[in-house]
């Protein structure tokens, strides 16, 4: 399972990464909205972890970019603001499968996006396999 952390606070991203590592994930973790584009454009992820809000770029426009670009790839959405508290990112992002609060325990996050990331890594092994070649 292919992993992508972007999230600004680097020891925060380095602690989930660490939690998803021991679920058997490869994991890369950006702080930016660019270094996120960036990998998008270079490799195929299963799931990306993204935090509503960066410190550099828009997360909204990333999960959008991921979107486009590999549109098998799942997003699961961590904040510490209210917005979006009434579901409405599920509305504004088709690739959003969750919404959590920063504060979750990292363990906890690491089960939502090992779930997330396993499914999509499925997905696109079975596809895969149907393609001709």
Not at 29 to 50: C, F, N, S, Y
Not at 115 to 127: E, F, I, K, L, T
Request: glycine content about 6%; proline content about 3%; some cysteine.
């Amino acid at each position: 399972m292919r992993t992508l952390i972007v999230q600004s606070n680097f020891r925060l991203g380095q602690i989930w990464a660490s939690h998803l590592e021991r679920l058997g994930a490869t994991v890369l973790h950006v702080t930016t909205g660019q270094e996120a584009l960036d990998v998008i454009q270079e490799q195929e992820m299963d799931v990306v972890v993204l935090d509503l809000v960066l410190k550099e770029g828009s997360a909204l426009s990333v999960a959008d970019y991921i979107n486009f670009n590999q549109p098998s790839a799942n997003v699961v959405f961590v904040t510490d603001t209210t917005f979006f508290s009434d579901g409405s990112i599920f509305s504004h992002c088709s690739n959003a499968r969750a919404f959590v609060e920063t504060s979750t325990p990292p363990s906890d996050l690491a089960e939502i996006v090992h779930h997330y990331g396993v499914n999509a890594s499925r997905d696109r092994a079975a596809q895969r396999s149907l393609e001709p070649g």
